[in-house]
């Protein structure tokens, strides 16, 4: 499966994406119990996530990378997806309070400069979920799901990458324990599976899911992409005329006001 929007789609079409998105979601709801008046942004294919938080939420909103394509989203009424530059939202300062990323950061070519960003436009105490496709996993291994797409990452890798852009882990569980097969034997047996995976935490687990909460003191840095944007400035030189017409008009002034004191 190439990793492109429309197929990422279509995957989620199907029994085993189905399941995906049932095993995934279940954690996603489970952290987010409660979006009334919230603001919520996904980031990379995100919708399948999504959908039940709109109803409470205050704006549910679904970004997806240049590189990946856009679909529309909902399939009703005004869209709320976008096509954008992850490392350069299109979001003012602390203006979400809850970001989903996935089918994200294992594609990106900046993925600091991306939570840099999240970082960025969450409010105060807002919360970050990450959902990564596990290296150690057979989900990784496969090219029939977009998990089997990009970089896959460790436990430890994760945690660097949080702590580098000022994230604080708060939960941490893994998913898709099952193989990703779309064998009818063992669809049945993927309940199951993920049960007793999640139970006893054993190995091999397609994703991690990660949930982290912004950090509120971090140093103010220019991003490298702003800073290439700013012009460089330099003090104008200038001639002995300027610097004499400059020293006359300061005397003048120095004389005024020496004269108006009782």
Same mark, same amino acid.
């Given at each position: 499966?190439a990793h492109?929007?429309? &197929?990422?789609?279509a995957?989620?079409?199907?029994p085993l994406?189905?399941?995906?998105?049932?095993?995934?979601?279940?954690?996603v709801?489970?952290?987010?119990?409660?979006?009334?008046?919230?603001?919520l942004?996904?980031?990379?294919?995100?919708?399948p996530?999504?959908?039940?938080?709109?109803?409470?939420a205050?704006?549910?909103?679904?970004?997806m990378?240049a590189?990946?394509?856009?679909v529309n989203?909902?399939?009703?009424?005004?869209s709320?997806?976008?096509?954008?530059?992850?490392?350069?939202?299109?979001?003012?300062?602390?203006?979400?309070?809850?970001?989903?990323?996935v089918h994200?950061l &294992?594609?990106?070519d900046?993925p600091?400069e991306?939570?840099?960003?999240?970082?960025?436009i969450?409010?105060?105490?807002?919360?970050?979920?990450?959902?990564?496709p596990?290296?150690?996993?057979?989900?990784?291994?496969?090219?029939?799901?977009?998990?089997?797409?990009?970089?896959?990452?460790s436990?430890?890798?994760l945690? &660097?990458f949080?702590?580098?852009?000022?994230?604080?882990?708060?939960?941490?569980? &893994?998913g898709?324990?099952?193989?990703?097969?779309?064998?009818?034997?063992?669809?049945?047996?993927a309940?199951?599976?993920?049960?007793?995976?999640?139970?006893?935490?054993?190995?091999?687990?397609?994703?991690?899911l990660?949930?982290?909460?912004?950090?509120?003191?971090?140093?103010?840095?220019?991003?490298?992409a702003?800073a290439?944007?700013?012009?460089?400035?330099?003090?104008?030189?200038?001639?002995?005329k300027?610097v004499?017409?400059?020293?006359d008009?300061?005397g003048a002034?120095?004389?005024?006001?020496?004269?108006?004191?009782?």
């Open positions: 499966m492109d929007i429309v &197929e990422v789609r995957f989620y079409a199907t994406g189905r399941l995906a998105r049932r095993f995934i979601g279940e954690f709801s489970q952290r987010w119990d409660n979006t009334a008046g919230l603001s942004l996904g980031i990379g294919y995100a919708p996530y999504l959908q039940t938080f709109r109803k409470d205050l704006r549910t909103l679904a970004f990378p590189a990946l394509g856009v989203w909902p399939g009703a009424g005004a709320s997806t976008a096509l954008v530059d992850t490392t350069l939202l299109p979001l003012p300062d602390s203006s979400m309070d809850r970001v989903l990323l994200a &294992e594609t990106s900046a600091q991306m939570l840099a960003e999240i970082w960025r969450l409010t105060p105490g807002g919360r970050l979920i990450i959902v990564a596990n290296r150690g996993g057979v989900w990784a291994r496969s090219d029939n799901t977009p998990f089997g797409y990009g970089q896959p990452y436990r430890r890798q945690r &660097e949080l702590k580098q852009a000022q994230f604080s882990p708060v939960t941490w569980s &893994e898709l324990y099952m193989a990703p097969s779309a064998r009818r034997f063992m669809l049945r047996l309940p199951f599976i993920e049960s007793l995976g999640k139970r006893l935490s054993l190995p091999g687990a397609g994703v991690h990660v949930e982290a909460t912004k950090q509120l003191y971090r140093p103010v840095a220019v991003r490298r702003a290439r944007a700013l012009p460089q400035l330099a003090p104008a030189a200038l001639n002995s300027t004499g017409r400059i020293a008009d300061a002034v120095s004389t005024r006001w020496s004269e108006s004191r009782p």
